[in-house]
Every structure is written in structure tokens, then in C-alpha cells.
């Protein structure tokens, strides 16, 4: 594959990024007010569709009830913790970026990993 295609493909990925971390934002923000709040669906949608979409220039059809179709948080697995998933993609990130800031150093790899071990797998949440 030619070095141009390949870094048009490579560029394709990172296209649109922001908009779908904001979306996974709008429904993780959405499963947690659904089912941390009282309020009535639809004013809950409205609320953090101006937060997370009304910047990008999208409007909240007065008949649009896609919350209803978000199946995950009502019937999945997902009930109240669609968050998590956004979330473990965070840390691993965080993770991966921790352990390749220094190269191929070993003695960096002990660190982190014993930092790592202290924060995820020993302590207490």
C-alpha cells in the first residue's frame, strides 16, 4: 500500500474523533441522569442535548425520542454503568500512555508497573 494511502487511512480513524467521544459522553451522562434523577425522560434529554449537542449545531427534534431506543441501559447489561465502558477505554489509555512515555527503559517499566499494581490492583476503591 503506498505511504499515502496508508496515512490517509490512519487519519480517517482520528476523523470526526471529538464528536464520538461527545456522543458517548451525551449517552454515559444520559444512563446516569435516567437513573439518578426523578425528572420526567424527555426533559432529561433535552437538558444534556444542549450540554453535549447543541455546540455542533444539532437540534432536538420536538418528536425525536431516541433515548427510548437506547436499549443497552434498559434491557443490556449496562443499566446505570454504560459510563464504564467509556471509562476502562479511559484508563486503559491512560495505562498504555504511562508505560510507552519512556520507550523500551526497563527500569521506567518497573516503576509503572509497580505504581500500576499499587493503584489498580492493590488499593481499595
Known sequence: MPDQNLGDL????KHLAAYD???QLYLSDLDIEFYSTSEFW???????????KSSAGL???KVDSHPCGFLDIFSGNYAAAYYSTLWSKMLAADIYRAFVAEGHDKEHWKIEGARFEWYFIFKKW
Do not use: A, E
Not at 490512519?10 to 480513524?13: A, D, E, K, V
Not at 426533559?43 to 442535548?49: A, C, E, G, P, S
Open 21 to 23: 467521544l461527545s456522543h
Open 59 to 61: 437540534l432536538l427534534d
Open 10 to 13: 490512519l487519519r480517517s480513524r
Open 42 to 52: 424527555l426533559d432529561v434529554t433535552k437538558r444534556l442535548w444542549s450540554l453535549y
